[in-house]
């Protein structure tokens, strides 16, 4: 039945209709089960429902990691594909067997409206695209999961937010760790306080860059920004999770090692947090180091994680021992998590304000370089954090 999205086509009540109720907020089984023609549905939804995902943007990201993710999801499916290249939209046809009518360019994308294999549009763009086509999704009424980071500016943010809220879809950032099991048992040893009160977090997120210099990452108009935007919203995540807080005030500072080659984009970043409990955080990312580290000092033990960013397999140790699980693809975990938060309403463990938050920070961090490593306080409460 996975897979097999004509099996959905013949049933009674179509797909979209019962997602469209799913995403109204009827979305218990309960609640689902009450309505007369779903009863079936409802019984067979757990062990078959496999929600249709269009990847828009086919570049690497989409390419080598969440095309082949999709062939082991178990709540959703690679169902149509949105690339201004014909070529690759051949070679992805023939290579996923994906139909002619499921394929789009960067124009008739929003023609997806009127298609019911499609229930996802995940955004794999240039951060300066994100939010363009994440509201277009909306607009044609589909659950949306953007990348990271969520856009280039909290105004976007705020625009993706309301637009999704508007149409009645749900929303995803692509934070895949939020579903990986190493990041979840932090979340874990932080809420049962199993090392005590935190004192103190380090968490680092960093790669050299050696591509071409001409590269979008690269190109403030179509990144939004450097190291930051792309691996810093990691340490900044990880200085969240190892704290179970948002952070209250950041100093932040940049520096810059290959002026040459970094012209248009921060290229490594420090910044210090300070939380409502009185622990202290730093950061550190770059387009021009090697790092992929959490740490955490807590009053009686710590923990770590390293590597703790990367696509796995992740390694952990505390002063207690080895933290080991099996390693699973990641975005297999995302995506079905963010499936199942549509077809059963189990939490969305990476909403929208959880991306629009962390926008909030990177422009704060921004704002305090700019004026030479100035405190700049946040007012974020509890925004976005799912413990
Ligand atoms: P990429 O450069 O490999 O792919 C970008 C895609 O966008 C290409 O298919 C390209 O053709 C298309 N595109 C459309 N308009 C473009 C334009 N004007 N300029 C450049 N490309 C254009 O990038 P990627 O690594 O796949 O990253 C895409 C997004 O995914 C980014 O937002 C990135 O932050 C995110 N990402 C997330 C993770 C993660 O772990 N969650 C990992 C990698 C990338």
């Keep these: 039945m996975k897979k097999n999205s004509l099996e959905f086509q013949r049933r009674p009540v179509s797909r979209r209709k019962f997602n469209r109720l799913l995403g109204q907020g009827i979305a218990g089984t309960a609640m689902i089960s009450s309505l007369p023609l779903s009863c079936a549905m409802g019984e067979q939804k757990s062990k078959e429902a496999s929600l249709g995902v269009a990847l828009v943007g086919l570049g ?18 690679l169902a149509g594909i949105v690339t201004g290249t014909p070529a690759k939209a051949r070679r992805w046809a023939s290579k996923y067997n994906i139909p002619g009518p499921n394929i789009y360019d960067y124009d008739s994308f929003d023609d997806i409206t009127k298609n019911d294999d499609i229930d996802i549009v995940y955004v794999v763009l240039p951060n300066s695209m994100h939010a ?16 990271k980071p969520m856009a280039i500016s909290v105004k976007e943010c705020d625009a993706i937010i309301e637009a999704c809220e508007k149409a009645s879809v749900k929303l995803g950032i692509g934070y895949r760790l939020q579903s990986e099991p190493y990041t979840q048992e932090v ?7 199993t090392f005590g009160a935190i004192n103190f977090v380090s968490a680092d997120a960093a790669y050299q860059s050696r591509g071409n210099p ?19 919203v990691y340490s900044i995540q990880s200085a969240i999770y190892s704290t179970g ?13 290959r002026p ?26 770059s387009h021009n180091a090697s790092a992929n580290r959490l740490f955490a000092s807590c009053r009686n033990g710590w923990f770590e994680l390293q590597p703790a960013n990367s696509y796995g397999p992740l390694s952990g140790r505390s002063s207690e021992g080895r933290i080991q699980f099996e390693h699973e693809s990641q975005q297999k975990l995302q995506m079905d998590d963010f499936a199942r938060h549509i077809l059963e309403g189990t939490p969305n463990l990476a909403p929208g304000s959880m991306g629009k938050r962390d926008m909030i920070i990177c422009e704060a961090i921004y704002a305090s370089i700019a004026q030479n490593g100035k405190g700049i306080d946040l007012s974020l409460g509890d925004m976005g954090i799912v413990r």
Aim: glycine letters at 8%; proline letters at 3%.
């Design 214 to 232: 001409d590269q979008w990452r690269l190109n403030k108009a179509l990144s939004g920004g450097g190291a930051l935007l792309n691996m810093g």
């Design 187 to 193: 979340k874990r040893l932080v809420r049962e306080k």
């Design 60 to 77: 690497a990201y989409s390419t080598y990691q969440l095309a082949p993710a999709l062939q082991d999801t178990k709540h959703c499916h």
């Design 132 to 147: 363009e086509f994440s509201i277009r999704a909306a607009q044609a009424g589909k659950h949306v999961i953007c990348e």
């Design 245 to 257: 807080e948002n952070p209250i005030s950041v100093n932040a500072q940049e520096f810059s090692t």
């Design 260 to 285: 040459d080659y970094f012209k248009d984009t921060d290229e490594t970043i420090t910044a210090q947090f300070e939380f409502p409990s009185g622990a202290v955080g730093q950061i550190m990312t």
